[in-house]
């Protein structure tokens, strides 16, 4: 569910009118809805809160410091991956014993500066990321939570580039390598091996992939007490999938419902990393249409907002509905486009072979379930300015992060002397 809705034939966001925010603050724009935000966290929060869990917002979903705030001061922590995401989770109020950090690629001066901050633990996805955690911490005479990230090699039923849990895939440990890790934890006299971690993929639309996961790792932590090695922490990941065309995902009352008996058993803390299921709905892309273009074989709808806006059709091929902004009072005959970009590739387009409503020039678009990897992924391609950012809440709407001007787009570059 989400509060984008007509109203006399007018698309609003909660009790903001689209178009006029369109107007005011030019497109391509990023709008949220703060109430569907706050419902998501929350629903989460409710269906899981017979074991009280620590819900990480995955910060790669998206990373404006105003959403994080607004999820923070909820009670959420957050789940970083880089350095930049460290210093947006403090900079949005985290507190660092509420920060969990993965990512395959930490870098040295990533690492240190976690540790000095004192986030809660860092996921870790292979031996030799162990070794240099353990390096560092002893170098900074400190000693610092982990958790093994386990690949449980899971099929997750979703595109092969968000999914995570199997063994072909770059992250996380095998079942063999952690058991070895656990049982020479003395080796890494700097570490506290005191969790384990999964995350299987994104858009997961079923419970059943999840429950394998977790059953296997559940098995794995019971193998692990009989060795006398206890641990405190499950951290389950995110992956929950969202509704963009004809999907029908779980509530997250009937997530909890599968995975609540496994988890409880175990009676370490459990961390949720959710990211998609909670933002995803939240946000969604204005465009406004240029030019509309005939061809012997094709109608294209050309829109102002292109594939740096919004990554996720040209990269995954994903399907985002298109709404007009204002629908057309009496039906009429839909007619099938592509709806493309202005950005110099061929894949550049939000939408092909769409069947859609008669459009002109000057009319508005929203693509929807845009509040998850679109400004996250966004980028600066064609020397295009990022997207400014406005949230709603009631009948309010503020920007979050003005949209950029061209200085922006040089302001790091520099001049050689000898040019």
Do not use: W
Request: charged residues 25%; glycine residues 6%; hydrophobic residues 40%.
């Amino acid at each position: 569910m989400h509060e984008f809705k007509y109203l006399n034939n007018h698309l609003y966001c909660e009790r903001v009118k689209v178009e006029d925010v369109a107007r005011k603050h030019g497109t391509p724009l990023y709008l949220y809805s703060y109430h569907t935000l706050m419902d998501h966290f929350l629903k989460l929060k409710t269906a899981f809160k017979a074991i009280e869990p620590l819900i990480c917002f995955s910060v790669k979903a998206n990373s404006n410091l105003a959403l994080l705030r607004a999820m923070v001061d909820k009670g959420a922590g957050l789940d970083i991956v880089s350095g930049g995401e460290l210093y947006r989770a403090l900079k949005a109020g985290c507190a660092p014993e509420k920060i969990v950090y993965a990512s395959v690629g930490k870098t040295d001066e990533e690492i240190e500066e976690a540790i000095k901050r004192n986030i809660l633990f860092f996921n870790v996805e292979s031996v030799p990321e162990l070794e240099n955690i353990n390096r560092i911490a002893a170098e900074q005479e400190r000693v610092v939570n982990v958790a093994i990230r386990i690949n449980p090699d899971v099929e997750p039923k979703t595109h092969k580039f968000i999914s995570t849990g199997k063994l072909t895939n770059k992250f996380g440990i095998d079942f063999k390598t952690a058991e070895k890790i656990f049982k020479q934890c003395y080796d890494y006299s700097n570490v506290r091996l005191n969790g384990v971690h999964i995350h299987i993929g994104s858009q997961i639309t079923v419970a059943d992939p999840f429950v394998a996961a977790i059953t296997k790792v559940v098995k794995f932590i019971e193998k692990l007490k009989k060795e006398n090695i206890h641990l405190q922490y499950l951290n389950i990941g995110g992956g929950l999938g969202i509704i963009y065309d004809k999907e029908t995902p779980q509530t997250a009352q009937k997530f909890a419902v599968k995975v609540l008996p496994l988890l409880a058993k175990t009676g370490l803390k459990i961390i949720m990393e959710p990211g998609r299921f909670i933002v995803g709905n939240a946000g969604i892309l204005v465009t406004k249409v240029l030019y509309i273009k005939s061809t012997p074989l094709k109608k294209f709808v050309i829109v102002d907002a292109g594939m740096n806006d919004l990554i996720r059709p040209a990269l995954y091929s994903a399907y985002h509905q298109i709404l007009p902004l204002k629908k057309a009072e009496a039906r009429g005959r839909l007619e099938k486009v592509d709806v493309v970009g202005p950005i110099c590739e061929s894949g550049d387009f939000l939408a092909k072979d769409r069947l859609m409503p008669k459009l002109k020039a000057g009319d508005y678009l929203a693509v929807m379930g845009s509040g998850a990897y679109g400004f996250s992924m966004s980028s600066n391609y064609n020397s295009r300015r990022r997207a400014a950012e406005v949230l709603v809440s009631k009948d309010k709407a503020r920007v979050v992060r003005k949209r950029e001007d061209y200085k922006d787009l040089a302001r790091n570059e520099r001049l050689p002397l000898f040019l």
